[in-house]
């Protein structure tokens, strides 16, 4: 049963459309930023920061794999992308303290407690993304959305995705904002996003993109960092999961290493550099205290529960799963009933 246009209006809209911000850091900021990524790199891909193997990608996205699924042949190398990522904050916890000041940002916090409407915010981590031309896919998603009780640590990213698209759980949902920015002199490489909904129109963050910025909520809102560089600058032979990138003084370039040998070198001017600062916000301090003191969770159990109820109401026949988390019929059942993506792309259509 596919949800209506009012109900993915309602479900997969921000809390407020995004804000494009100019200048988003000082000069003196961003210096100190680039000088740290120069300095403390050799940096991994992105997907290397969140998964080991294949299986442990799918169990992750999509639920336990069964026997017979095919993923087997598939490994992390034929999905690497040469896109990079180093964390410069993470657990409300700045890992450098030359930088303490941008993630503890009056400037940022502000922006997004108007963002929400919200009296309270606390910045929660902060990550960089880096990357010359390479290729990339179309496919818009959404950032990873939590739960009271339903967290990153104690649970998987596929019942977190579905719990956020079913719509069930939106006074439970941890509210939270982002700063994202860019600084890229390249082609391409622009930021698509859908701020009305997966069936409204896309809009695009366009050049000049030189510290230009968006205040968003990227859990509930569709987006996709747009292909970086021109299309016949995109390969990377003997890129793997496992490749790196780094900044060499001496040469004052960038290198991707696999193994320790360059595949790839690119000029300080063709890299895109985005930071992400993201924050959880509370309305009020009943909220907070509501998350503090954890006494209005949720459990996996009741939002299985809760999720079963709601496939039986719209005629889904799936039977009663004796151990949910780990049901793979259950899961798939799940994950089709609640597979929502954009059916507007003037970039894909084009
Ligand atoms: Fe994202």
Partial sequence: ????????????????????????YTDDQYERLWRLIEDKGPWPTITAHHFDTVEELVATTSGPMRDGDGGMALTLDDIATGHFRGYLANGSTCFHPEIEDIFYNHRFLDLVRDYWGAQMAQPTHMLFNLCGAHHSGLSPHLDAVQFRGIRM???PVWLMNVMGKSGLFTD???????VITW??????GTFTYWPDGPYGPPKVLGHPLWNKGVVVQNEVMFHRGDPVGRPEDRDIP?????????????RDDWAITTDGEVIRRYQPEEMR???HWSAELYADMAEAEKAFEHSDDL???RACEMLLADMRSKGVDVAEP???????EFIKALIATYTIAPTTDWISAA
């Fill in 1 to 24: 049963m596919t949800p209506t246009n009012d109900e993915m209006a309602r479900i997969l809209t921000p809390v407020a459309p995004p804000r494009v911000i100019e200048g988003v």
């Fill in 153 to 155: 640590h104690n649970s």
């Fill in 238 to 250: 003997g890129l793997k999961h496992r490749s790196l990138l780094g900044y060499e003084a001496d």
């Fill in 183 to 188: 600084w890229y002199k390249g082609e391409n």
């Fill in 322 to 328: 004796s151990d949910p988390m780990n049901d793979s």
């Fill in 172 to 178: 439970y949902m941890v509210k939270m904002a982002q």
């Fill in 273 to 275: 550099l985005l930071v």
């Fill in 299 to 301: 459990t996996q159990e």
